[in-house]
């Protein structure tokens, strides 16, 4: 291990998907976290690859220079570049990866490679007043549009997945669910607002069964299709008369689904201390859950600050920083060489 360096300022950029992200990070202090959203995919109902790209191809010098800005700080004050290697779309990965590894070269500076899953689990060791950080060992829950996992955290570097989807992320069972009630691309966070106003029970789904720690949600969306198509027959305002109970009741059966899988989690490593992250942490009704969770099972849960649960380039300006301080030079950084990779495992 490096001896403790006291004053590290690291430059994240993260392009693994439809956001454009830089992030400025003061040792594990956030100076500055800016992200761009691509809202073309909207139009299509998902993202499109190659949209993505050219979006990401416009958006990163500007992101990047902001991120510098509000930081207020100068290029030729950075101790290190980090960015998303993987995984994630290998074009919007590239624009990151070839960005990060020519400013690095130009400034003469380290070139730090980082995992968005590791970052998701990380972003908790982002120093935030009001926020504590988990200790280890700890169960990250990693749960946005393009993962599902239960991760055994042993050390910020060992990490183990214990459980995953099968199928679709629960993002995703959230997005097609609300792409068939008619809801604008990403629907997360529209079902999380209308599941407020209506009733958990009002119509019973069942829950997929999956062995082990395995999760699978393409099973759901099905089930939620033919019964609105069904519906429709019936009533064909049945959507707009029943949107609120349909939401509430899509998310309390996602909900329990992903309870139950960490309770099994819990109770078969022993490990009480969770910590959840990735776009789907935002949701209410999985934060509600996990809250009551402390005093119903005795479990300590770590819920990020919003912005961090999203994808954002602080969770990798942390990584960034915690490798440069952990890890040897040796395995810290990477030469210009790497490139990005689609599929990466943590
Ligand atoms: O982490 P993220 O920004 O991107 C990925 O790495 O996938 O996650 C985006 C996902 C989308 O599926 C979006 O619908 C979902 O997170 N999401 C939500 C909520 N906020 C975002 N899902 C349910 N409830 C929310 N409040
Ligand atoms: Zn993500």
Known sequence: MNNTITSTYILAIESSCDDTAAAVLHNDKVLSNVVANQDIHQEYGGVVPELASRAHQQNIVPVVT??????????????????????????????????????????????????????????????????????????GVTISGGHTQIV??????????????????????????????????????????????????????????????????????????????????????????????????????????LMDKIKKAVKETGITQIAIGGGVSANSGIRTALKASESKYGWTTYLPKFQYTTDNAAMIGIVGYLKYNELSEKNAYQDLGISAQSRLKI
Not at 168 to 173: C, K, S
Not at 221 to 234: D, E, N
Request: charged share 20%.
């Open 152 to 257: 055994r955290v042993d050390d910020y570097f060992t990490m183990e997945v214990i459980g995953q989807t099968i199928d679709d992320a629960v993002g995703e069972a959230f997005d097609k669910s609300a792409k068939i009630l008619g809801l604008p691309y990403p629907g997360g966070p529209l079902i999380d607002k209308y599941a407020q106003l209506g009733d958990p029970k009002a119509f019973p789904f069942t829950k997929p069964k999956v062995g082990g720690l395995d999760f699978s949600f393409s099973g759901l969306k099905t089930q939620i299709m033919y019964f609105v198509q069904k519906q429709q027959l019936a009533d064909p305002s049945f959507i707009d008369n029943r949107r609120d109970d349909v939401c509430a009741s899509i998310q309390y059966t996602i909900v329990n689904i």
């Open 66 to 139: 902001a991120a510098l800005r509000k930081a207020n700080i100068d290029k030729n004050q950075l101790s290190a570049i980090a960015f998303t290697s993987g995984p994630g779309l290998l074009g919007s990965l590239l624009v990151g990866t070839s960005f990060a590894k020519s400013f690095a070269m130009g400034l003469d500076i380290p070139l730090i490679d980082v995992n968005h899953m590791q970052a998701h689990i990380l972003a908790h060791f982002i120093d935030e007043e009001g926020y504590s950080k988990p200790t280890f060992p700890f169960l």
